[in-house]
């Protein structure tokens, strides 16, 4: 099976590679779009600003390329938000893969609550083949100050200020706010979740 991370200036890449290695998958990292275009299974990860990301997505057409894939597709973190229809974070338009679906600022009215989100949260309402084997309430760890609000797409919530989504699927497309490559034994089966869809 050929797993391709793709390459762009949103870090966190060499975690996700180690994470793949201990369930025993090697992945290439590439902004090849032809590499990118010939895998069977693509991460799209991110950790940064999502105006920054978008406009080099935009730059080296990474953009429409990723829009047009149909073999199974796994944003992480800003990943998933960049495949949302819009962020909040510098006013950016992102994807449109989950169509009308907004990335909204955590705000916290009275400093209750720290932003970013830093830290173990739950995840319940799982329904996808993403979360076989995956208790409901498992911890997964997450690192957020923007968050993709509730819809028809959500495939789990999670509750930091507001019951939020914290995946999202939509055809070939899956997204995860949390960090599967962090989240110990939970992650780990969810990204075999994924190379197994």
């Not at 991460?43 to 953009?63: C, H, Q, W």
Request: aromatic residues 10%; negative net charge; charged residues 20%.
């Amino acid at each position: 099976m050929k797993v391709v991370i793709i390459k762009y200036n949103a870090g966190n890449i060499q975690s996700v590679l180690f994470a793949l290695e201990r369930i025993g998958m090697q992945a290439i990292v590439t902004d090849n779009t032809e590499e990118i275009r010939t895998a069977d299974k693509i991460i799209f990860p991110g950790v940064g600003e999502a105006s920054t990301a978008m406009n080099y997505l935009r730059e080296r057409k990474l953009d429409e390329l990723i829009v047009s894939l149909k073999q199974p597709v796994l944003g992480i973190c800003l990943g998933m938000q960049l495949l949302c229809s819009h962020s909040e974070e510098g006013d950016t338009t992102c994807l449109n893969v989950f169509e009308k679906v907004s990335v909204k600022k955590f705000i916290s009215g009275n400093n209750e609550f720290k932003i970013p989100q830093i830290g173990w949260n739950t995840i319940s309402s799982l329904h996808s083949k993403l979360f076989n084997k995956v208790a409901e309430q498992s911890y997964c760890y997450f690192v957020h100050g923007y968050y993709a609000e509730e819809n028809n797409l959500t495939i789990a919530k999670t509750d930091y200020i507001q019951p939020y989504s914290s995946a999202l699927s939509f055809e070939n497309f899956y997204g995860v706010q949390f960090h599967p490559e962090k989240s110990a034994i939970v992650g780990e089966q969810i990204l075999k979740n994924f190379l197994d869809l």
